[in-house]
């Protein structure tokens, strides 16, 4: 679609900026194609059926943000069966941690509704699949992107095996995440909604990383971390209004590097938004260096007023 935000020369500029850093030592796999199977286990064959449908009938437009076009449901497959195939590889044990660069993103789709540019639930498939199929017993999945990520809540917000936690800009798509919603039924307290201001720095960000989120998925110990990893965060991102620099994404994987390594926990990633394609490549290759070992997570004191509303919140189910 003419002028819309996601457009191939992202995964363009990730692969330049990871070519000029010879991979990083990375070894690179092509995503195969997710199995009708592993994407029922958390969309509908209704939603299923009409992105395909729509695909094979030449496209159109979901929404006035997510478009259909003839090769979208299989780029959808593609991208959903790459993060189920990096969820295998480091269950099985083949590393510690792994980088899935696909598109379309996921973490918009709910389980009945594909919206804000994203088909398929790519992490929600992924960590559905660790646990029915995998041998994990608790899945934690932290969203970083800009963006709150409605439609990995919406898909495990019944549940305790699986911990959502997101930080993301307050008032801007999709609406959701109040702080106040921490899930429903069992799933209260599993879910963690932490929304900051338009204009966020680091600062808060890491605050909110290292003082809740990290106490709170140590406590639950999952068997496999992911990353909605979202890089639309940073500055000089056309679509968000919080002002991370590509060094602040690596100082957050760091801090989730050390908390899987600590658990015994493989850590995985899922490319979700970033739109600016310079910021995206140099941001996407310093979490992979990062997630790899490069560097040592740097603790810092809670910032004060953010963090300590937002432990207030969370205190109601968990320790901190």
Same mark, same amino acid.
């Given at each position: 679609?003419?002028?819309?935000?996601?457009?191939?020369?992202?995964?363009?500029?990730?692969?330049?900026?990871?070519?000029?850093?010879?991979?990083?030592?990375?070894?690179?796999?092509?995503?195969?194609?997710?199995?009708?199977?592993?994407?029922?286990?958390?969309?509908?064959?209704?939603?299923?059926?009409?992105?395909?449908?729509?695909?094979?009938?030449?496209?159109?437009?979901?929404?006035?943000?997510?478009?259909?076009?003839?090769?979208?449901?299989?780029?959808?497959?593609?991208?959903?069966?790459?993060?189920?195939?990096?969820?295998?590889?480091?269950?099985?044990?083949?590393?510690?941690?792994?980088?899935?660069?696909?598109?379309?993103?996921?973490?918009?789709?709910?389980?009945?509704?594909?919206?804000?540019?994203?088909?398929?639930?790519?992490?929600?498939?992924?960590?559905?699949?660790?646990?029915?199929?995998?041998?994990?017993?608790?899945?934690?999945?932290?969203?970083?992107?800009?963006?709150?990520?409605?439609?990995?809540?919406?898909?495990?917000?019944?549940?305790?095996?699986? !911990?959502?936690? $997101?930080?993301?800009? #307050?008032?801007?798509?999709?609406?959701? &995440?109040?702080? @106040?919603? *921490?899930? /429903?039924?069992?799933?209260?307290?599993?879910?963690?909604?932490?929304?900051?201001?338009?204009?966020?720095?680091?600062?808060?960000?890491?605050?909110?990383?290292?003082?809740?989120?990290?106490?709170?998925?140590?406590?639950?110990?999952?068997?496999?971390?992911?990353?909605?990893?979202?890089?639309?965060?940073?500055?000089?991102?056309?679509?968000?209004?919080?002002?991370?620099?590509?060094?602040?994404?690596?100082?957050?994987?760091?801090?989730?590097?050390?908390?899987?390594?600590?658990?015994?926990?493989?850590?995985?990633?899922?490319?979700?938004?970033?739109?600016?394609? !310079?910021?995206? $490549?140099?941001?996407? #290759?310093?979490?992979?260096?990062?997630? &790899?070992?490069? @560097?040592? *997570?740097? /603790?810092?004191?809670?910032?004060?007023?953010?963090?300590?509303?937002?432990?207030?919140?969370?205190?109601?189910?968990?320790?901190?």
């Amino acid at each position: 679609m003419p002028g819309h935000p996601d457009v191939p020369a992202r995964l363009v500029e990730i692969e330049r900026s990871m070519a000029a850093r010879d991979w990083l030592g990375c070894e690179r796999r092509e995503a195969p194609a997710a199995s009708e199977e592993e994407l029922l286990a958390v969309h509908s064959e209704r939603q299923v059926r009409a992105v395909a449908e729509m695909a094979a009938a030449g496209g159109g437009a979901i929404d006035a943000d997510t478009y259909v076009g003839e090769a979208s449901y299989r780029a959808a497959l593609h991208a959903a069966g790459g993060a189920c195939a990096m969820t295998r590889a480091l269950l099985g044990g083949e590393d510690a941690a792994g980088f899935c660069a696909v598109r379309p993103a996921g973490h918009h789709a709910e389980p009945d509704r594909s919206m804000g540019f994203c088909l398929f639930n790519n992490v929600a498939v992924a960590a559905e699949l660790a646990i029915r199929e995998l041998g994990a017993e608790r899945v934690f999945v932290f969203d970083w992107d800009v963006h709150h990520g409605n439609g990995t809540v919406e898909a495990f917000r019944h549940r305790a095996d699986v !911990l959502v936690i $997101g930080i993301h800009e #307050a008032g801007i798509y999709p609406g959701s &995440g109040p702080i @106040g919603d *921490a899930g /429903s039924g069992p799933g209260v307290g599993y879910t963690i909604n932490l929304p900051v201001p338009a204009g966020s720095e680091e600062e808060v960000w890491l605050s909110f990383l290292e003082h809740i989120a990290v106490p709170v998925a140590t406590s639950f110990a999952p068997d496999l971390v992911l990353i909605s990893a979202g890089f639309d965060g940073h500055r000089a991102d056309p679509l968000g209004g919080c002002r991370l620099d590509t060094e602040s994404f690596a100082k957050m994987a760091r801090h989730l590097r050390e908390l899987g390594a600590g658990l015994g926990a493989p850590i995985g990633a899922v490319l979700e938004g970033g739109y600016e394609p !310079l910021a995206l $490549g140099e941001s996407v #290759a310093a979490t992979v260096a990062a997630l &790899g070992g490069e @560097g040592e *997570a740097v /603790s810092a004191a809670p910032e004060a007023m953010l963090t300590s509303r937002a432990a207030a919140h969370v205190a109601h189910h968990w320790e901190l």
